[in-house]
């Protein structure tokens, strides 16, 4: 499986503020993306992370506000734009490899005050 | 998109007991069914996987069984153990082909 790291591993920011996560994985995987799991709840899809071009965004989340980029096949970030409360939760990214098995970051957990 | 609907949303179970966990799924082209095991603070884990072309799939103590018909797939736990308890997920690939839908989870509570 997919060794898969991310930073930070937690922060406490300001509302009005950003916040870039950084993702990145040890071998080369097909696909990247990035999910939100708020407490006690499960996993929603935020977009899919495209090598060299656009992310693709789920319904309901935009890139203005979640802009993502991956420059290559093992990086990601994704950023938090214009943080509000509601923004607190668990960011996760997953990498998949050819034969779709899923593997996750171990999360970041945002709390906006 | 894809929607997938997932039961019990708790269970509690007598340590050597057997659990099972249900989802449904409604987008007929969904083909590959994993399910995740997470335990509190931790990432979830791929514990066991389907693909559409099989019907059932075990590994030691969990098994998965699909009705791709029926649009629903199952994970069995059998002698389970207090470490067994967790939130387990099930999740079914949408348009894509490779992101994943997942279910609301079901908190298993293995008790000694």
């Known amino acids: 499986s997919a060794v898969i790291s991310q930073k930070p591993s937690r922060d406490i920011c300001q509302r009005g503020t950003s916040l870039t996560i950084q993702c990145q994985v040890d071998s080369q995987v097909t696909m990247m993306f990035w999910y939100r799991q708020q407490p006690g709840q499960s996993l929603t899809l935020i977009a899919t992370a495209n090598q060299g071009s656009e992310a693709t965004y789920e319904s309901g989340f935009v890139i203005d506000k979640f802009p993502i980029s991956r420059p290559n096949l093992t990086f990601s970030t994704l950023t938090v734009s214009n943080m509000s409360p509601e923004d607190s939760s668990i960011y996760l990214c997953?990498?998949?490899?050819?034969?779709?098995?899923?593997?996750f970051g171990p999360g970041t957990r945002l709390t906006v005050l | 998109g894809e929607n997938v609907e997932q039961h019990p949303s708790t269970l509690s179970v007598q340590e050597g007991d057997s659990a099972v966990i249900k989802c449904t799924y409604s987008?007929?082209?969904?083909?590959?069914f994993p399910w995740y095991k997470q335990e509190l603070g931790k990432r979830p884990q791929l514990i066991i996987d389907i693909r559409s072309n099989v019907g059932e799939k075990k590994d030691q103590r969990i098994a998965v069984t699909l009705n791709k018909t029926a649009k629903h797939f199952s994970l069995h736990i059998t002698e389970t153990q207090p470490e067994d308890s967790a939130v387990y997920f099930c999740?079914?690939?949408?348009?894509?082909?490779?992101?994943?839908?997942f279910g609301k989870g079901t908190s298993l509570l293995v008790t000694p």
């Open positions: 999740a079914a690939t949408g348009d894509s082909g490779y992101a994943l839908n």
């Open positions: 997953s990498g998949a490899g050819g034969r779709n098995e899923q593997f």
């Open positions: 987008d007929s082209a969904s083909n590959y």
